[in-house]
C-alpha cells in the first residue's frame, strides 16, 4: 500500500477517541503509527500475551477496579479454608481471637479495617491495605507483625468472606440461639452473608468456638445441617413414643 493511503488510512483511524491501543503477541508498532499515535496523545502498549489471554486479564483488572467497595471494621481470618469476619466493638478480643487461631494453624487476612470488594455481584471478598498489610495490634504488646513471626504460611492477601461472626460481651439479660435452626443473614454490597453472634465472658474458649462455626458452616455448604437433622430426629422420637401417633 502507497505510503500515501497509510497515512489517509491512519488519519481517519486516528479521528476517532480512542482510550488505548494494545499490540498482542509482542508486534512492535511501525514508526508512522506511533507518530499518529504521539500527535493524537493515544497510549500505545505493547503485550506479549496473545490477543485472548491479554482481553480476559484485562477483563479481570477491570472488574476488580471497578467492582463495588466498601471498608468494615474487624478482624477476618481464614479458618480451616473459611472466610471469618469477626466484628464487635473495641476491645471485645477480636485481635486476640485472631492470634490464637493464628497459633492453632490458621491465617489472618487483616486486622481492624478490611476492605471489602464485591465481584462477579454474588461474592465478597476482604484483604487488608499495604499500611497494615500482615500486621495486627495487641493491647499490652503494641502492633506485631503476624508475617514476620510465624511465617508467610501464617497469613494470606485475600479471602472469600464466607461468614460474620459478631462477638459481643455476654448479656445475661439477652436470650442467645442454643438451637441454631435459623439461618440469618446480613447484607454487605447488595451480598447476603451468613452470620452468627457468639457471646463472649471469662471462661468461653472463643477461637475453638470460631473453628466448631467454621466446621459447621462447611457441613452446612454440603447440605447437612446438623441443627435441623436433630430437629427431625426429635421429632421423629416423640412421634414414636405418642400412643396412636
Same mark, same amino acid.
Given at each position: 500500500m502507497p505510503q500515501q493511503r497509510i497515512a489517509e488510512s491512519l488519519e481517519r483511524y486516528f479521528h476517532f477517541?480512542?482510550? #488505548?491501543?494494545?499490540?498482542?503477541?509482542?508486534?512492535?508498532?511501525?514508526?508512522?503509527?506511533?507518530?499518529?499515535?504521539?500527535?493524537?496523545?493515544?497510549?500505545?502498549?505493547?503485550?506479549?500475551?496473545?490477543?485472548?489471554?491479554?482481553? #480476559?486479564?484485562?477483563?479481570?483488572i477491570l472488574d476488580a477496579a471497578l467492582a463495588p467497595q466498601t471498608l468494615l471494621h474487624g478482624t477476618l481470618v481464614e479458618v480451616f479454608g473459611v472466610g471469618i469476619l469477626m466484628q464487635g466493638k473495641s476491645g471485645v478480643g477480636k485481635s486476640e481471637t485472631a492470634l490464637e487461631l493464628v497459633e492453632r494453624g490458621?491465617?489472618?487476612?487483616?486486622?481492624?479495617?478490611v476492605q471489602v470488594v464485591c465481584r462477579d455481584g454474588s461474592w465478597l471478598y476482604g484483604y487488608a491495605s499495604q499500611t497494615i498489610e500482615h500486621h495486627i495490634e495487641i493491647r499490652g504488646l503494641g502492633i506485631i507483625n503476624i508475617s514476620d513471626l510465624f511465617g508467610a504460611g501464617a497469613v494470606r492477601s485475600e479471602m472469600r468472606i464466607d461468614l460474620i461472626v459478631h462477638l459481643e460481651d455476654w448479656d445475661e439479660k439477652k436470650e442467645?440461639?442454643?438451637?441454631?435452626?435459623?439461618?440469618?443473614?446480613?447484607?454487605?454490597?447488595g451480598?447476603?452473608?451468613?452470620?452468627?453472634?457468639?457471646?463472649?465472658?471469662? #471462661?468461653?474458649?472463643?477461637?475453638?468456638?470460631?473453628?466448631?462455626?467454621?466446621?459447621?458452616?462447611?457441613?452446612?455448604?454440603? #447440605?447437612?445441617?446438623?441443627?435441623r437433622r436433630f430437629e427431625e430426629r426429635l421429632v421423629h422420637m416423640i412421634r414414636e413414643s405418642t400412643p396412636g401417633s
Open positions: 477517541p480512542i482510550t #488505548g491501543i494494545v499490540f498482542t503477541h509482542g508486534n512492535e508498532p511501525p514508526q508512522l503509527f506511533l507518530d499518529y499515535a504521539v500527535r493524537n496523545r493515544t497510549p500505545v502498549f505493547v503485550s506479549s500475551h496473545r490477543t485472548s489471554r491479554f482481553i #480476559g486479564i484485562l477483563i479481570d490458621h491465617r489472618l487476612v487483616a486486622d481492624d479495617a442467645y440461639d442454643r438451637l441454631g435452626l435459623e439461618d440469618t443473614t446480613e447484607e454487605i454490597l451480598v447476603e452473608v451468613a452470620v452468627m453472634t457468639i457471646p463472649v465472658r471469662p #471462661g468461653r474458649n472463643v477461637p475453638i468456638l470460631i473453628e466448631t462455626a467454621a466446621k459447621n458452616f462447611n457441613l452446612k455448604s454440603r #447440605g447437612l445441617h446438623p441443627a
